[in-house]
């Protein structure tokens, strides 16, 4: 045992979550700065983020009810976080999808709400763990497939929650994780 392998996580000061087209060449360590290529997509809420890497199986069992055998039936690599920077252009070509997303937030922001399939991207989430360690999760083959509801109220930030669902890379992986101490 060693406590000082139990950590929490941080925003980095140059932001929590990124995304790039796909086919974008994916970092291969925690500390190496992202490409120019990748769009930084601001304040999550103070839930942060959750990964859900999780396996499901069945178990097969003979006649008597011995099992026998168990089979994988299922992979889910998702995460769930709320994106809080509504009048960024970058959260809402996230959200609604590039071309459905035109001007600034100086010039006037238009967006077009349709049914059109969310485009796979990757996708990178960076924090900081105990002592400095860096983390970063890259999702290399990913798109929102969960979009919640966007309350307006005076008294809260107007937020959006959202899925993000991973699918295989040409390799056959969903994600890749890095971490490193500072």
């Given at each position: 045992m060693n406590a000082?392998?139990?950590t929490a996580a941080k925003p980095r000061t140059t932001g929590v979550v990124y995304y790039a087209a796909l086919g974008t060449t994916l970092p291969t360590d925690a500390d190496t700065a992202l490409s120019n290529d990748f769009k930084e997509l601001g304040h999550l809420s103070e839930d942060g983020f959750t990964h859900n890497f999780s396996k499901e199986a069945d178990t097969i069992?003979?006649?008597?009810?011995?099992?026998?055998?168990?089979?994988?039936?299922?992979?889910?690599?998702?995460?769930?976080c709320t994106f809080m920077e509504l009048q960024n252009v970058e959260v809402l070509k996230a959200l609604y999808g590039e071309s459905n997303v035109t001007g600034t937030?100086?010039?006037?922001?238009?967006?077009?709400?349709n049914a059109d399939e969310a485009t796979s991207c990757v996708w990178v989430f960076e924090t900081i763990g105990r002592d400095g360690a860096l983390h970063r999760l890259i999702y290399p083959n990913?798109?929102?497939?969960?979009?919640?509801?966007?309350?307006y109220k005076r008294d809260e930030a107007v937020s959006c929650e959202v899925?993000?669902?991973?699918?295989?890379?040409?390799?056959?992986?969903?994600h890749y994780k890095y971490i490193k101490s500072a």
């Open positions: 000082s392998n139990v069992r003979d006649m008597g009810g011995t099992p026998i055998l168990t089979v994988q039936t299922d992979v889910t690599d998702e995460v769930k937030l100086a010039t006037g922001i238009s967006i077009t709400g990913a798109k929102i497939s969960e979009m919640g509801e966007i309350a899925t993000i669902a991973a699918s295989a890379d040409t390799s056959g992986n969903t």
